[in-house]
C-alpha cells in the first residue's frame, strides 16, 4: 500500500505508464520506500534520546550509526531526485546532452556537454535526503509518541495527512532555499570535478548555475522544490503509516487460552524484559482495559484455578509498584544530586557502604535493620519499605492463605496491616532477614541502574572502593573541572541545560503514567467487582507508594526549573509532547490518588498506614491537597 | 408520557422553596428562618449572596498596557505589519483600505476590493451556517445553557474575556477550565492558598488556530482528558491538558458544536450542534452517531448516570424525548449503539392549573435540564412565557426512575424570591441524603435547595445491620416501594424516632 501511495500521483501524470522504462523507475521508487522504511523500523524508540548538553548533541550527531542513516538518506534522496528528473523528461533529465550552441565545430567529442540542471537536481535531492535524516535526530522524530486517544488508523492518517503535506511543502521551501545558498558558495566542486571526470565541456549557451543570475531561473527552483515536496512527503508518510501501525493498541490476553502461549498474555509480558515497545504497549493496553473492560478485569481479580492464587493481581500489581518505586527512587537521587549541588560526593559514600554488604544484611537482627533505616534519608526509608512489600516473595506466602479459603475481606486488611505496620511482629522477624536481603538487593541494583544524572551514578559505582587512590582521583578530576569551567568555549560545549536534563529525568514517564492510571483503575474498579478481594491485600502497599511518589514528586518540583513550562509548538508535525511529559506524569498521579480515595471513602480509615500518610490520605479525603 | 397537568400548583406568591422531604416540596417566608429542627439534624446550608458591588466591572477594561502610552503615528506599512501581527491579513486590508494618502491609490483600491470580496465570501459562509454571522458575544449569549451570561471574574488574566464556560477537573482539588473568547484557561488554584486573587502564572493557555470563541467544556469524568467545542469550528477537540496537545475529532456538517455533555459513566458524549443534528461519541474509539432531530436544534440534554439513557429538548418544542442505548455486552469497541428512534417523555407544553388562588398557568419551552448524580431527580429550567408567571424562567422538579423501566413524575415547582429569575441549575454531585439543587438567581442569590430522599448512590454508607432494624420510614425508606405521592401520616419529623445515631452519620461496615 505504501509503494502505491508513492507511485501513483506520479504515475498518473504519464500517458506512457506502461513502458518498461516507467515501471522500472517505479520500482527503483517502491526500493527506495522500503529501504526507508527499514530505516524507520530500526531507528524508532519509545523513549526520547534527550541531549543534555550541546556536547552530547553533538556527540548524538556523529555517531556512527547516525551517520550511516545520514549517508543513506543521502544517496536515496540523490536516487529519488534522479528518477524524478528522469521521469519528467525535460532538459534536467540527462546528465550528459547534445551542445546547443556548438554544431558548427562538428567534432564528434564536443557533440556532447555537460548538464549542470542535472546535478543541481542530484545533489539537491542528496542535500533534502540529508537534512531530512538530520532533522529527523535533531527533532527527535523516532519517538513514538502514543496517541492520547484511541482511534481507527485510517482516521488517525486521515487526520495527519493534511498537516504532513503543509509541512513538508513548508519543509521543502527552506531546503531548497539553504540549498541554493550552499550550491553558490560550493556548487564549483562537485561541477569541476564531474566535468574532468567525464571529460564533458561545459555549455557556454547556459548560465553557471553558481552566480546569481542562474540561481534565479524560477522553472529550475520550482522543478526542485516539486521534487522536495515529493520525497518528503513519500517519506514522510511511510514515517506516519509506521508510527500509526507501531502505537496502535495491542491486547495481550490476561490469561493464555493454551498453556504454551503464556508468554504472551499481559503478566508475563510486564514481569519479564521484552523490548521497550512491547512494553509499552502491555502498559496501554492494562490502562485501557482497566477503563474499558470488565470482563477483563474480571480475569486479573480471579484466582488461579488450582491452589486459588491471585497470579494474575499479584504480577500486575508488583510490576506497577516496581515501576513505581524505581520512580521515587530516581527523583530522590535526582533532587539530592541537585539540592547539594556539588557537594553529592561527601554525602553518598557513608550511605551506600552500608547498603553494599549483603553478607551482614543478610544476617540481621531487627535491631541493625532499624540502623540501617536511620541512615537512609526521610523519602527513601518509607520507599525501601514499600518496595519491600512488592517484592513476590512476600505476597505468595500471604496471599495463599486467604486465597485458597473463603474468608471475609476484613480479616485479610487486618491481618495483612498488622504485619506489615509493625516490623516487630513475629511473622516479620521469622522471615525477617530474606526480606531484607530483598529489599537491600533490590535498592542496590537501584543504586547501581545507569540514572540520567551520570555524575551519581558514578560516584556510587565507584564509591565501593574507599581508598587513597579513589580520594587523589577525585581531588584531580576537581581540579580539571575547575580548570576547565573557566574555559568559556568549553563551558558553552558541557554546560547541562537545566531544562534538558529535568526532560531526560521524565523521558520514559509514559510507562509510569500507565502504569498509574492502570493501577488507580483496577483499585477503583475493584471495590465493586474484586469478588475475592485480592486487590485488599496490596492496597495498603499501593497507597503507601502513590504517597511517596507524591512526596518525592512534591519535592521535585520545588527545584528550580522543574515547574516551568517550555513553549509549546502548535500544529507542527514534529510531537514535543515528551517535553511536558512530567507535567503529565504529576497530573495523572495526582488524579490517581484521588480516584482511589474518592472511591474508597471513608473505609481508608481502616487501612493501617504510617500516621503522616494518614495525614495526607485525609486530606485527599477532603479535597484539600 | 408525563404532562404539566398532573403537577401539584405551584406555591403561593411570596413564598420560596426551601427543601424537599416527603415527596414534597415545603416552602418558608424567606431562606434565612428554616424550621428549628433543621438546625440539629439535617444539613444547614448557607445562602450565598454574591453582592455586585465588589465584581463592578473594573474602571479600566483594557488590562493591556496600550493605553498608558501615548499615541504615536506610525509608518502605514509598519502598522501593517503590527496588525499582521495581532489580526492577521483580513486586519492589514483594513488598515490599508482605511489609510488616507500614504499608499498609493491602487493598492488602496485593491484592499478594498479584496477586503469586499472577503466580506462577500465571509457572508455566503454565514448564510450556509446563520449562527456564524452573529458577533462572538451574541453566539455565546445564544449557545451558553445560562440564561443571561453576565460573569464578572476575580479570577483576572488578560486573555479572559467573554467567558461562556466554567469546568472544575473531576478527581482533582484545584483545577478550573475556562472557556474564553480565543482560548480556554486552566487555572491551578491551591485550596489552601489564602489569596483572594491569584496571579495569572496560575494560568495556562490552551489555544488552537480556528477554534475561536469556545463556548463549551467538558472534562472526562476520569479527569485526563477535556473537550472543547467552538460554534465556528466544526471539530471538537480533545486535550491532554498537562502535556499541551490535542487531537480535533473533526465533523463537517452542521457547522460548529454548541455544547458538549460527557455521560457519567464516561463512555459517550452529546455534541449539540447549531443546526438540526445532534451527534452522539463513543469515547473509546471516537467513533459517532448522528442524530437528526425533528425541528430545531437540540436546546439542552442530560444524561442518566449509567450513561444508557439520554433526555434532551428541541429548540421550540415542549417536549423532553427520551434516547435510550442499550448496554452492549460483547465490548463491542467503537460503537455508539443507540436506539433507533427517540421517544416522548414529557410534554412540556402550556397548562392551566386550578389553584386555591385561582387559575395559573404553566409551561413551555425547556432552557437546561439537568439530572442528578444519583438518577432519581430531574430539574427542567424552563424559557421566560410571558403568558407563565409574568416571565419568569420556572423551574420543574420531577421525580425519575431508570429501572427497570424509564418513569418520570411531577414532583413540583421550584420558586426563588419574589423578583429573582433562576439563570442556572445544578445538581450537587455527591450528596448523601438525597440530591442538592443549586440555584444562581438574578439577585446574586445562590441557594441550595436539598431534595431528601434515599439515595441509591450511596447504599454503602448505612450500616448493614441496622438496615433491618430500622423503623420503617416514611420518607425515604419506603420510596422505592410505595408508589409515588403516597401521603404518609406521621406528622411528625421521622428522624426523632429513631433510635440509633442520626442518619447524618454515615457509617463503614469496616
Keep these: 500500500m505504501r509503494r502505491r501511495v508513492a507511485g501513483r500521483p506520479v504515475a498518473h501524470s504519464f500517458s506512457d505508464l506502461y513502458s518498461s522504462y516507467t515501471i522500472f523507475y517505479l520500482l527503483l521508487l517502491s526500493t527506495v520506500i522500503v529501504i526507508i522504511n527499514i530505516f524507520n523500523v530500526e531507528f524508532y524508540t519509545v523513549v526520547p534520546c534527550i541531549p543534555c548538553s550541546r556536547l552530547a548533541?553533538?556527540?548524538?550527531?556523529?555517531?556512527?550509526?547516525?551517520?550511516?542513516?545520514?549517508?543513506?538518506?543521502?544517496?536515496?534522496?540523490?536516487?529519488?531526485?534522479?528518477?524524478?528528473?528522469?521521469?519528467?523528461?525535460?532538459?534536467?533529465?540527462?546528465?550528459?546532452?547534445?551542445?546547443?550552441?556548438?554544431?558548427?565545430?562538428?567534432?564528434?567529442?564536443?557533440?556532447?556537454?555537460?548538464?549542470?540542471?542535472?546535478?543541481?537536481?542530484?545533489?539537491?535531492?542528496?542535500?533534502?535526503?540529508?537534512?531530512?535524516?538530520?532533522?529527523?535526530?535533531?527533532?527527535?522524530?523516532?519517538?513514538?509518541?502514543?496517541?492520547?486517544?484511541?482511534?481507527?488508523?485510517?482516521?488517525?492518517?486521515?487526520?495527519?495527512l493534511f498537516l504532513l503535506v503543509k509541512h513538508s511543502c513548508m519543509e521543502s521551501l527552506f531546503l531548497v532555499r539553504n540549498f541554493c545558498i550552499m550550491y553558490y558558495f560550493l556548487g564549483y566542486i562537485p561541477k569541476a570535478w564531474i566535468s574532468t571526470a567525464m571529460d564533458l565541456r561545459k555549455d557556454t549557451q547556459l548560465h553557471p548555475l553558481d552566480t546569481v543570475s542562474g540561481l534565479l531561473n524560477l522553472s529550475l527552483l520550482y522543478h526542485v522544490w516539486l521534487c522536495g515536496v515529493f520525497l518528503l512527503t513519500t517519506w514522510y508518510i511511510s514515517w506516519m503509516l509506521f508510527k500509526i501501525y507501531a502505537t496502535e493498541a495491542h491486547v495481550f490476553p490476561v490469561q493464555p487460552p493454551f498453556a504454551e502461549e503464556s508468554d504472551e498474555c499481559l503478566p508475563q509480558v510486564l514481569n519479564s524484559n521484552p523490548p521497550l515497545i512491547i512494553k509499552y504497549l502491555a502498559l496501554q493496553d492494562l490502562m485501557l482495559l482497566s477503563q474499558y473492560s470488565p470482563s477483563r478485569r474480571q480475569e486479573i481479580f480471579s484466582l488461579s484455578q488450582p491452589g486459588g492464587h491471585p497470579h494474575n493481581w499479584t504480577a500486575i500489581s508488583r510490576e506497577c509498584l516496581n515501576l513505581l518505586n524505581d520512580m521515587t527512587q530516581k527523583l530522590i537521587l535526582y533532587q539530592e544530586a541537585a539540592a547539594t549541588n556539588g557537594r553529592v560526593i561527601s554525602s553518598f559514600p557513608t550511605e551506600p557502604t552500608k547498603l553494599n554488604s549483603p553478607e551482614e544484611i543478610t544476617f540481621q537482627t531487627p535491631k541493625s535493620s532499624q540502623?540501617?533505616?536511620?541512615?537512609?534519608?526521610?523519602?527513601?526509608?518509607?520507599?525501601?519499605?514499600?518496595?519491600?512489600?512488592?517484592?513476590?516473595?512476600?505476597?505468595?506466602?500471604?496471599?495463599?492463605?486467604?486465597?485458597?479459603?473463603?474468608?471475609?475481606?476484613?480479616?485479610?486488611?487486618?491481618?495483612?496491616?498488622?504485619?506489615?505496620?509493625?516490623?516487630?511482629?513475629?511473622?516479620?522477624?521469622?522471615?525477617?532477614?530474606?526480606?531484607?536481603?530483598?529489599?537491600?538487593?533490590?535498592?542496590?541494583?537501584?543504586?547501581?541502574?545507569?540514572?540520567?544524572?551520570?555524575?551519581?551514578?558514578?560516584?556510587?559505582?565507584?564509591?565501593?572502593?574507599?581508598?587513597?587512590?579513589?580520594s587523589?582521583?577525585?581531588?584531580?578530576?576537581?581540579?580539571?573541572?575547575?580548570?576547565?569551567?573557566?574555559?568559556?568555549?568549553?563551558?558553552?560545549?558541557?554546560?547541562?541545560?537545566?531544562?534538558?536534563?529535568?526532560?531526560?529525568?521524565?523521558?520514559?514517564?509514559?510507562?509510569?503514567?500507565?502504569?498509574?492510571?492502570?493501577?488507580?483503575?483496577?483499585?477503583?474498579?475493584?471495590?465493586t467487582e474484586d469478588r475475592f478481594g485480592v486487590v485488599q491485600t496490596t492496597l495498603p502497599a499501593i497507597l503507601t507508594t502513590l504517597l511517596t511518589l507524591q512526596e518525592a514528586v512534591d519535592k521535585y518540583f520545588k527545584l528550580p526549573h522543574a515547574s516551568s513550562k517550555p513553549p509549546r509548538i502548535s500544529g507542527s508535525l514534529v510531537d514535543t509532547s515528551y517535553k511536558t511529559l512530567r507535567f503529565a506524569f504529576r497530573a495523572s498521579l495526582k488524579t490517581a490518588i484521588y480516584r482511589i480515595t474518592t472511591t474508597f471513602g471513608e473505609h481508608l480509615n481502616a487501612v493501617q498506614a504510617s500516621a503522616e500518610h494518614q495525614k495526607r490520605l485525609q486530606q485527599f479525603l477532603e479535597f484539600k491537597d | 408520557m408525563c404532562s404539566l397537568g398532573l403537577f401539584p400548583p405551584p406555591p403561593p406568591m411570596g413564598q420560596v422553596?426551601?427543601?424537599?422531604?416527603?415527596?414534597?416540596?415545603?416552602?418558608?417566608?424567606?431562606?434565612?428562618?428554616?424550621?428549628?429542627?433543621?438546625?440539629?439534624?439535617?444539613?444547614?446550608?448557607?445562602?450565598?449572596?454574591?453582592?455586585?458591588?465588589?465584581?463592578?466591572?473594573?474602571?479600566?477594561?483594557?488590562?493591556?498596557?496600550?493605553?498608558?502610552?501615548?499615541?504615536?503615528?506610525?509608518?502605514?506599512?509598519?502598522?501593517?505589519?503590527?496588525?499582521?501581527?495581532?489580526?492577521?491579513?483580513?486586519?492589514?486590508?483594513?488598515?490599508?483600505?482605511?489609510?488616507?494618502?500614504?499608499?498609493?491609490?491602487?493598492?488602496?483600491?485593491?484592499?478594498?476590493?479584496?477586503?469586499?470580496?472577503?466580506?462577500?465570501?465571509?457572508?455566503?459562509?454565514?448564510?450556509?451556517?446563520?449562527?456564524?454571522?452573529?458577533?462572538?458575544?451574541?453566539?455565546?449569549?445564544?449557545?451558553?445553557?445560562?440564561?443571561?451570561?453576565?460573569?464578572?471574574?476575580?479570577?483576572?488574566?488578560?486573555?479572559?474575556?467573554?467567558?461562556?464556560?466554567?469546568?472544575?477537573?473531576?478527581?482533582?482539588?484545584?483545577?478550573?477550565?475556562?472557556?474564553?473568547?480565543?482560548?480556554?484557561?486552566?487555572?491551578?488554584?491551591?485550596?489552601?492558598?489564602?489569596?483572594?486573587?491569584?496571579?495569572?502564572?496560575?494560568?495556562?493557555?490552551?489555544s488552537h488556530p480556528g477554534h475561536t470563541p469556545v463556548t463549551s467544556l467538558a472534562w472526562a469524568p476520569s479527569g485526563d482528558r477535556l473537550l472543547s467545542a467552538s460554534p465556528v469550528d466544526a471539530a471538537i477537540l480533545v486535550w491532554d491538558v498537562a502535556t499541551e496537545t490535542c487531537v480535533p475529532l473533526p465533523w463537517f456538517r452542521g457547522g460548529g458544536v454548541t455544547n458538549l455533555l460527557w455521560s457519567p459513566d464516561g463512555s459517550k458524549v452529546l455534541a449539540t450542534t447549531p443546526s438540526a443534528v445532534f451527534r452522539v461519541w463513543e469515547a473509546q474509539m471516537w467513533t459517532c452517531e448522528r442524530w437528526p432531530t425533528l425541528s430545531g436544534r437540540c436546546q439542552t440534554g442530560c444524561w442518566s448516570p449509567d450513561g444508557n439513557r439520554l433526555l434532551f429538548t428541541v429548540l421550540g418544542e415542549p417536549l423532553i424525548y427520551s434516547l435510550s442505548f442499550p448496554e452492549s455486552f460483547g465490548e463491542g469497541k467503537g460503537c455508539v449503539g443507540g436506539a433507533k428512534s427517540a421517544t416522548i417523555v414529557a410534554d412540556l407544553s402550556e397548562t392551566v392549573l386550578q389553584t386555591p388562588d385561582g387559575e395559573k398557568r404553566l409551561g413551555g419551552e425547556a432552557h437546561s435540564m439537568v439530572w442528578d448524580p444519583s438518577g432519581e431527580r430531574l430539574a427542567v429550567l424552563?424559557?421566560?412565557?410571558?403568558?407563565?408567571?409574568?416571565?419568569?424562567?420556572?423551574?420543574?422538579?420531577?421525580?425519575?426512575?431508570?429501572?427497570?423501566?424509564?418513569?418520570?413524575?411531577?414532583?413540583?415547582?421550584?420558586?426563588?424570591?419574589?423578583?429573582a429569575h433562576a439563570?442556572?441549575?445544578?445538581?450537587?454531585?455527591?450528596?448523601?441524603?438525597?440530591?442538592?439543587?443549586?440555584?444562581?438567581?438574578?439577585?446574586?442569590?445562590?441557594?441550595?435547595?436539598?431534595?431528601?430522599?434515599?439515595?441509591?448512590?450511596?447504599?454503602?454508607?448505612?450500616?448493614?445491620?441496622?438496615?433491618?432494624?430500622?423503623?420503617?420510614?416514611?420518607?425515604?425508606?419506603?420510596?422505592?416501594?410505595?408508589?409515588?405521592?403516597?401521603?404518609?401520616?406521621?406528622?411528625?419529623?421521622?428522624?426523632?424516632?429513631?433510635?440509633?445515631?442520626?442518619?447524618?452519620?454515615?457509617?463503614?461496615?469496616?
Design chain 2, 423 to 510: 439563570q442556572l441549575i445544578t445538581f450537587h454531585p455527591s450528596f448523601n441524603k438525597g440530591a442538592l439543587l443549586s440555584v444562581c438567581w438574578s439577585t446574586g442569590k445562590v441557594t441550595h435547595i436539598p431534595l431528601y430522599f434515599v439515595n441509591a448512590l450511596f447504599p454503602r454508607f448505612r450500616p448493614v445491620l441496622g438496615l433491618a432494624q430500622e423503623p420503617p420510614l416514611g420518607s425515604g425508606g419506603s420510596l422505592h416501594d410505595l408508589p409515588l405521592f403516597t401521603e404518609t401520616s406521621s406528622t411528625s419529623a421521622p428522624w426523632d424516632s429513631l433510635p440509633g445515631p442520626p442518619p447524618t452519620q454515615p457509617h463503614s461496615h469496616l
Design chain 2, 382 to 419: 424552563m424559557k421566560g412565557n410571558p403568558q407563565v408567571q409574568d416571565g419568569k424562567p420556572v423551574i420543574l422538579l420531577f421525580c425519575t426512575r431508570n429501572s427497570p423501566v424509564f418513569e418520570l413524575l411531577p414532583c413540583g415547582v421550584i420558586q426563588g424570591e419574589p423578583g
Design chain 1, 57 to 160: 548533541l553533538i556527540g548524538k550527531i556523529i555517531h556512527p550509526q547516525q551517520v550511516m542513516h545520514s549517508f543513506m538518506h543521502a544517496s536515496m534522496g540523490m536516487v529519488m531526485a534522479w528518477c524524478a528528473a528522469v521521469i519528467t523528461k525535460g532538459r534536467y533529465s540527462f546528465l550528459v546532452v547534445p551542445c546547443t550552441g556548438t554544431q558548427s565545430l562538428d567534432s564528434p567529442s564536443a557533440q556532447t556537454c555537460f548538464n549542470e540542471y542535472h546535478l543541481f537536481f542530484l545533489l539537491a535531492g542528496a542535500f533534502i535526503g540529508y537534512s531530512y535524516s538530520l532533522l529527523y535526530f535533531i527533532n527527535n522524530m523516532n519517538y513514538l509518541p502514543f496517541p492520547i486517544i484511541q482511534q481507527y488508523k485510517f482516521l488517525r492518517f486521515r487526520r495527519s
Design chain 1, 472 to 527: 587523589w582521583i577525585q581531588n584531580k578530576r576537581e581540579q580539571i573541572k575547575n580548570f576547565l569551567s573557566k574555559r568559556v568555549l568549553i563551558m558553552y560545549f558541557f554546560s547541562k541545560h537545566p531544562e534538558a536534563s529535568i526532560q531526560a529525568v521524565f523521558s520514559d514517564a509514559q510507562m509510569h503514567i500507565w502504569a498509574l492510571e492502570g493501577l488507580s483503575h483496577l483499585v477503583a474498579a475493584s471495590f
Design chain 1, 371 to 470: 540502623m540501617t533505616r536511620t541512615s537512609v534519608p526521610p523519602v527513601a526509608k518509607s520507599s525501601l519499605f514499600s518496595s519491600k512489600l512488592s517484592t513476590p516473595d512476600i505476597a505468595s506466602p500471604l496471599g495463599a492463605p486467604f486465597g485458597s479459603g473463603v474468608i471475609n475481606r476484613m480479616a485479610g486488611i487486618f491481618d495483612v496491616n498488622t504485619c506489615y505496620s509493625s516490623p516487630q511482629s513475629p511473622q516479620l522477624i521469622r522471615r525477617g532477614p530474606r526480606l531484607w536481603t530483598s529489599a537491600s538487593d533490590q535498592h542496590l541494583t537501584e543504586f547501581s541502574n545507569p540514572s540520567p544524572s551520570t555524575s551519581v551514578s558514578a560516584v556510587s559505582k565507584t564509591v565501593g572502593q574507599p581508598s587513597v587512590i579513589y
Design chain 2, 17 to 206: 422553596t426551601l427543601y424537599e422531604h416527603n415527596n414534597e416540596l415545603v416552602t418558608g417566608n424567606s431562606y434565612e428562618t428554616p424550621p428549628p429542627d433543621f438546625r440539629g439534624q439535617w444539613i444547614n446550608l448557607p445562602v450565598l449572596h454574591l453582592a455586585k458591588d465588589p465584581l463592578k466591572t473594573p474602571g479600566r477594561l483594557d488590562h493591556g498596557t496600550r493605553t498608558a502610552f501615548i499615541h504615536h503615528r506610525e509608518q502605514v506599512w509598519k502598522r501593517c505589519i503590527n496588525i499582521w501581527r495581532d489580526v492577521g491579513l483580513f486586519g492589514v486590508l483594513n488598515e490599508i483600505a482605511s489609510s488616507e494618502e500614504e499608499v498609493f491609490e491602487w493598492v488602496k483600491t485593491a484592499s478594498s476590493w479584496a477586503l469586499a470580496l472577503y466580506r462577500w465570501a465571509s457572508s455566503l459562509h454565514g448564510s450556509l451556517f446563520p449562527h456564524l454571522s452573529l458577533r462572538s458575544e451574541d453566539m455565546i449569549a445564544e449557545f451558553a445553557q445560562v440564561t443571561n451570561c453576565t460573569i464578572v471574574p476575580s479570577l483576572k488574566h488578560r486573555l479572559q474575556r467573554n467567558v461562556a464556560a466554567l469546568a472544575w477537573k473531576p478527581l482533582s482539588a484545584s483545577v478550573l477550565a475556562v472557556a474564553c473568547q480565543s482560548c480556554i484557561l486552566i487555572w491551578t488554584l491551591d485550596p489552601t492558598s489564602l489569596s483572594t486573587r491569584p496571579s495569572s502564572g496560575c494560568a495556562q493557555v490552551l
